[in-house]
T-cell receptor, first 116, second 113 residues
């Protein structure tokens, strides 16, 4: 079956522009996560959705970052007024939501964002 | 609060040699522990995980890890390295079901012939 997909795979933009990054999770996965991976670092948590609602957005660095998941499937990460420091690989992951055990998060290939 | 420390940003071994990648964690609650591997230009792939039960966990590609609560460690090992094992490896900790993972900074494994 299909895994987590992310589009675009690469995005180059200019400082100050607005960008949208898309994530298609595995069908049936109710939990969806966004992470950001800077060069030489491990992934850092941004936001977690359970269904349509953001269950935890404590990792969003500031109010320029926003994410939605209106129908509980596809999610879009939106970045306003991009800055050079936003350059990173943005990873999306999805999982079957469990309450008794920690279910595996399946990761997409990421979107490499470069802000010039 | 939780954190993960991976000792050694770069580990080099010869083909056929033992692989040991170190991971120490900090957690205020019983942790869920994971090792992920990332090949160039690919997404993260789960190698193995510890949730509860047996502390020695076996994963894919011949890797295993042992949860040692007294040492707050979850080191990854493989008896005999293959060239195909060359990749970036990340240790991660989760607090409870459904929460985000906290990752270490990663260890790059190089394998020479």
């Amino acid at each position: 079956g299909a895994g987590v997909s992310q589009t675009p795979s690469n995005k180059v933009t200019e400082k100050g522009k607005y960008v949208e990054l898309r994530c298609d999770p595995i069908s049936g996965h109710t939990a969806l996560y966004w992470y950001r991976q800077s060069l030489g670092q491990g992934p850092e948590f941004l936001i977690y959705f359970q269904g349509t609602g953001a269950a935890d957005d404590s990792g969003l660095p500031n109010d320029r970052f926003f994410a939605v998941r209106p129908e509980g499937s596809v999610s879009t990460l939106k970045i306003q007024r991009t800055e050079r420091g936003d350059s990173a690989v943005y990873l999306c992951a999805s999982s079957v939501q469990g309450t008794q055990t920690y279910n595996e998060q399946f990761f997409g290939p990421g979107t490499r964002l470069t802000v010039l | 609060a939780q954190s993960v420390t991976q000792l050694g940003s770069h580990v080099s071994v010869s083909e056929g040699a033992l692989v040991l990648l170190r991971c120490n964690y900090s957690s205020s609650v019983p942790p869920y522990l994971f090792w992920y591997v990332q090949y160039p230009n690919q997404g993260l792939q789960l190698l193995l995980k510890y949730t509860t039960g047996a502390t020695l966990v076996k994963g894919i590609n011949g890797f295993e890890a042992e949860f040692k609560k007294s040492e707050t460690s979850f080191h990854l090992t493989k008896p005999s390295a293959h060239m195909s094992d060359a990749a970036e490896y990340f240790c991660a900790v989760g607090a409870q079901a459904g929460t985000a993972l906290i990752f270490g900074k990663g260890t790059t494994l190089s394998v020479s012939s």
